[in-house]
């Protein structure tokens, strides 16, 4: 049986980066990860070391879970994509919109170096373990506006279905803009009726092939 990393290779998972997984340690660290199969390094320069499928799934193990909806704490520097109906949504401009542009960025290249075939037009494995947030960061990443206190937009919710997310929307006209970009970022989109409010929304899953 494999041993648990120690706590030093612990901490340094733990501060790894939230969407790409790109991790900062000693040489030493580093290698004994990739040797446990947690963490793999770039074939390319500069050569960084970053999770693996099974690294993120330790690390997202042992994580304290976070709230529905996820929001972004001020002061602490973690990103998180707006999933819609948040009460505090943070500041807005330029500084926001570098953010979610960077996070989706580290998205795709997470996608070229984890997917087999290296596509980039294809979800990852990381966005399969988490859908609401890759939903909503796809959608955000596009220029789309999540729906706020006092303003209407987007909202990415979980459903029992495996695989899958619920994405309303305030008219048709939203959720048609809303499907061309989960499609566009290799989504799986069907809109659907809910029985007991008669409501349209969108049922997404990440396209495997």
Not at 61 to 67: D, L, N, Q
Not at 151 to 173: C, I, K, L, M
Not at 189 to 197: A, K, L, N, S, Y
């Amino acid at each position: 049986m494999t041993r648990p990393p120690t706590a030093a290779q612990r901490r340094v998972i733990d501060a790894a980066e939230p969407v790409t997984g790109r991790l900062r340690g000693t040489e030493a660290q580093l290698a004994a990860l990739v040797r446990r199969g947690l963490a793999f390094r770039h074939p390319r320069p500069p050569h960084d070391h970053f999770l693996t499928p099974a690294g993120h799934r330790l690390r997202d193990a042992e994580a304290a879970p976070a709230p529905e909806p996820p929001k972004e704490e001020p002061g602490t520097g973690v990103f998180a994509a707006r999933v819609g109906g948040e009460e505090d949504t943070g500041a807005d401009g330029p500084a926001r919109a570098r953010e979610v542009h960077s996070a989706w960025q580290g998205l795709l290249e997470l996608r070229r170096m984890t997917n087999p075939d290296g596509s980039v037009a294809r979800p990852c494995g990381w966005e399969r373990t988490h859908l609401v947030r890759a939903a909503a960061l796809a959608l955000e990443a596009a220029g789309h506006r999540p729906a706020g206190p006092d303003t209407d937009g987007y909202r990415v919710r979980a459903t029992p279905q495996p695989e899958a997310v619920a994405v309303r929307g305030p008219d048709d006209a939203t959720l048609r803009a809303c499907a061309a970009t989960l499609e566009k970022a290799g989504w799986q989109v069907g809109e659907h009726t809910d029985p007991r409010t008669r409501a349209r929304y969108l049922l997404a899953s990440p396209r495997r092939v």
